[in-house]
């Protein structure tokens, strides 16, 4: 009993994660048909920065995150400045390739930016870890978990009481009648990267606390957070926390009881699987894009 | 501020110079140089330690250089970065044959897996190798492998000095955590090989290296009431194994350890709390201050700790520079020996007549059968005190 709430509090804490990186993928996705794989690195970028600023220039934690949340949103605009403006690049699979291009070198700068060198963050709730029915967490999972559920609430807001949230669920279903109506396709898109990258830098200074950060830090977490958002359906706010929570839980299991060595495998056969069975995902439409 | 622009520079010109080869291409050698090749990954996700082993290896370079040479020949060096990409590796190592006239390569791209690509290749040459790379496959068996060699500890050796240590502390329940590389595999082999003999318990519950949460593992570990919990990794992931340890076990007197990939100044502290009293296996090099004075080791490791720290602006080296800085000295020692003739043949014989050659790392006494040279004797077991290595109680 005790290892089963000990793998259920494992697969939150990290599913915490996944889900609002899940998240990033689904406003993208959304606004812009296209699947962004520099979320991970937005990821990496927050939680690194993050803890740069904090370990190495003493800056104190709550202003390094919010550093580091700023930074990680102008890189979200130079990214959209790179694949729409400079790049021109219109189609979804067009962007989603460029993508891929953009992550390597993110990567790449973080990694002469930082040296190579590793980077910790404590958690803004100490490090004394809660005993909760036999089992022990850090506290950090709770504020995780929280801060998953913030976001997913205020993006369900965001998307169907706010004029910007609607517009930009119209461009995602018909971006040239939206373009008609005057709303420049440019102008959805920035804000869809800006939240995305906002997102990413979230999860990344919840993720710091739990590990060490590194410029390798973001890339796996990207492909998992995208099989979250797969899981749940791309697009959907509610299936990114489930499919994020679940793949988590999934993982911790299979570490917990079976062989740890394929924990790792699990993100990836869940995302086999959803895309054979069910590639609209547990939450997902015929139109992934409605929310 | 000023440093990290500097390292940035540094960085960048680094990776400009490894996309063209450092050196001109052309025969290379000549009458007054000696072509060292060199492969280590810094850039990749093995960087962080692929950069202190090119930091290693060109203090040696540099410092060789300035004091005459080898017989007067000074050493040419050419340096590749393979990024931890295997079959990058194996074009920049013929590249660094055929083209750049490289006669004697030091430093297996930082990844055993590159190490045991490239063995086959500079064999097949008749070049001698010198790897820093850790699989005892890279060298055995040494019949197979007559020109290779490395100045790494293969894990048997740790493995038995722990083992030493366990008795000593009456440990007979141990748990194990090795991550899913080969680095912790082999590990998991010879240690489950070699406990039961010695009546001691083994509990294994392997992570994957990029696991941001072992508290399952641990705690299903913890299912068995081991007496110690090991670790066995390079990876940042060891970081939170120890956070995870002490969290999961909060209210148990138990003994936490990491294997010898894991002995970083960095890592600890970025453990915090969490890595207060980490036991760990490693070379002395870490404790070389608290060594007695009749260590024969000592002079060698002042010597290379204060000069790396001195180049490097004030950075510690770990033992990963100190495994590439001994690889290359053991090079140079051996051309010395043959009155710099890089004959494959000749170099091989060297190594394996140099006798007892003091490392940085540990003492190296290479012969015909044993291409690696350290034992359990060069392996020191320390502590983190909260702020620096020392010897363990």
């Known amino acids: 009993m005790d290892l089963f709430i000990q793998v259920l509090l494992s697969g939150l804490s990290v599913g915490a994660i996944y889900a609002i990186v899940a998240l990033g993928f689904g406003v993208i996705f959304n606004a812009t048909g296209a699947i962004n794989f520099v979320q991970g690195e937005y990821v990496m970028v927050g939680g690194l920065s993050a803890a740069m600023l904090y370990e190495a220039w003493d800056v104190p934690i709550f202003v390094a995150i919010l550093v580091a949340i700023a930074v990680t949103t102008v890189l979200g605009l130079l990214t959209e400045m790179g694949l729409l403006g400079f790049g021109r690049l219109r189609t979804p699979a067009a962007i989603t390739i460029a993508t891929i291009a953009i992550a390597v070198i993110v990567k790449g700068a973080a990694m002469l930016i930082s040296v190579r060198d590793t980077y910790a963050l404590p958690s803004v709730l100490g490090s004394e870890s809660l005993q909760i029915l036999g089992a022990s967490t850090s506290r950090q999972t709770i504020l995780n978990l929280v801060l998953a559920v913030l976001v997913v609430i205020a993006l369900t807001l965001f998307f169907r009481r706010t004029k910007l949230g609607t517009t930009l669920r119209a461009a995602a279903g018909d971006s040239e009648t939206l373009q008609t109506f005057g709303v420049s396709y440019r102008t959805t898109a920035r804000w869809a990267f800006v939240i995305a990258a906002a997102l990413g830098a979230v999860a990344g200074a919840g993720l710091a606390p739990l590990t060490v950060m590194s410029f390798d830090s973001g890339t796996l977490l990207g492909l998992k957070g995208f099989a979250a958002a797969m899981l749940g359906g791309l697009g959907n706010p509610q299936g990114a926390l489930a499919g994020g929570l679940l793949l988590g839980v999934a993982e911790a299991v299979v570490a917990g009881y079976g062989t740890s060595a394929y924990a790792d495998v699990v993100a990836f056969v869940v995302l086999l699987a959803i895309l054979t069975f069910k590639p609209t995902g547990m939450f997902g439409t015929a139109r992934a894009v409605r929310t | ?393």
């Open chain 2, 1 to 393: 501020m000023r440093k990290k622009i500097l390292a940035l520079l540094a960085g960048s010109a680094l990776l400009a110079s490894s996309a063209c080869g450092l050196g001109s291409s052309g025969a290379g050698g000549g009458d007054d140089t000696i072509t060292i090749g060199t492969l280590f990954s810094v850039s990749g996700a093995g960087a962080k330690l692929g950069d202190k082993m090119r930091k290693g290896a060109e203090l040696a370079v540099e410092k060789v250089n300035s004091q005459g040479g080898i017989d007067g020949k000074k050493i040419k060096w050419v340096f590749y970065d393979p990024a931890g990409d295997t079959s990058t590796a194996v074009q920049q190592t013929n590249r660094m044959l055929d083209s750049d006239g490289v006669e004697l390569v030091v430093g297996g791209g930082g990844s055993s897996g590159i190490a045991l690509a490239m063995d086959p290749i500079t064999s097949g040459k008749g070049i001698t190798f010198i790897a820093t790379e850790g699989a005892r496959q890279i060298v055995e068996p040494a019949a197979e492998h007559r020109l290779t060699f490395k100045t790494t500890f293969n894990d048997t050796v740790m493995i038995e000095k722990l083992i030493e240590y366990w008795k000593a502390k009456d440990v007979t329940r141990v748990a194990f955590m090795p991550d899913t590389s080969s680095f912790g595999q082999s590990a998991q082999e010879e240690l489950e090989r070699l406990a039961p003999e010695a009546g001691i318990k083994v509990f294994t519950a392997a992570f994957d290296p990029a696991a941001n949460d072992l508290t399952p593992q641990v705690k299903r570990l913890a299912g068995n009431d081991p007496q110690a919990y090991l670790a066995w990794t390079i990876q940042p992931s060891g970081v939170t194994f120890l956070k995870n340890v002490r969290s999961v076990l909060a209210d148990r007197d138990v003994m936490v350890m990491h294997g010898f990939g894991f002995v970083d100044d960095r890592y600890m502290q970025q453990a915090g709390a969490a890595a207060e009293g980490t036991i760990l296996v490693s070379p002395k090099l870490p404790i070389w201050d608290k060594t007695e004075d009749s260590d024969q080791q000592k002079a060698a490791m002042e010597d290379f700790a204060t000069s790396y720290a001195e180049k490097y602006a004030g950075e510690q080296p770990n033992v990963y520079a100190g495994q590439a800085y001994d690889a290359m000295m053991v090079a140079v020692e051996a051309l010395r020996a043959t009155g710099g003739d890089p004959d494959g043949e000749k170099v091989a014989k060297a190594i394996e007549g140099l006798g007892s050659h003091v490392g940085v790392t540990g003492v190296f006494k290479f012969t015909p059968d044993d291409h690696s040279g350290l034992t359990a004797d060069d392996v020191a077991v320390v502590q983190w005190d909260g702020s620096r290595f020392v010897p363990a109680e």
